[in-house]
């Protein structure tokens, strides 16, 4: 007996598990490589261009391309706050737009794996004029609206969609990670 109110541990776990910050770096991210994948198009890792030690991920700007994570929704989340650090491989001439879409599928327990969703389109990301550094923007979503539910796992496919009409940057977007919380 520790003198602690009955479901102290579970809500102290659960708040810690929304309260804290995953990150995926560009080696921490699966390859979409078949049909099976929402988007069989691979953001391919790559050395930046200015900075050769840093991996990377090329988005190209002909083709909607991704990558994947696997994600444990936590029990009690309402909210997903996604931050995005990445730049544009050369510096645009005026602000830019680069459109993103996220596919999700359940990993269910007992069950089999659920179908993808249809694309959600995300906040866009602007590039500033004549900006190739690396910026970090943050998007708070409610996580019904991107197809999620608290408790459950999935798979998220994240992908470029140079398909979209408002995408104007020119040549590669470079992602170097994507950081997920739950509030």
Not at 76 to 82: F, M, R
Request: glycine fraction near 8%.
């Amino acid at each position: 007996m520790t003198g602690l109110p009955d479901g102290y541990k579970v809500n102290t776990l659960q708040a810690t598990l929304i309260a804290s910050t995953r990150y995926f770096y560009s080696a921490d991210f699966g390859n979409p490589s078949s049909a099976d994948a929402a988007v069989n198009a691979l953001a391919s890792a790559e050395a930046d261009s200015v900075n050769a030690d840093i991996t990377i991920r090329a988005y190209d700007d002909t083709a909607e391309e991704g990558v994947y994570i696997d994600l444990d929704v936590p029990l009690g989340a309402t909210n997903i706050v996604l931050g995005i650090r990445s730049r544009a491989n050369a510096a645009p001439a005026g602000i830019s737009v680069v459109p993103i879409n996220w596919y999700s599928r359940i990993i269910a327990d007992g069950a089999a794996v659920g179908a993808w969703s249809a694309a959600v389109q995300l906040t866009d990301i602007a590039i500033a004029a004549g900006d190739a550094d690396f910026d970090v923007q943050t998007q708070t979503h409610l996580i019904g609206t991107l197809g999620l539910v608290a408790g459950d796992a999935y798979q998220i496919e994240f992908t470029r969609d140079a398909t979209d009409p408002t995408s104007d940057l020119i040549g590669d977007w470079c992602q170097h990670w994507l950081s997920v919380g739950f509030t």
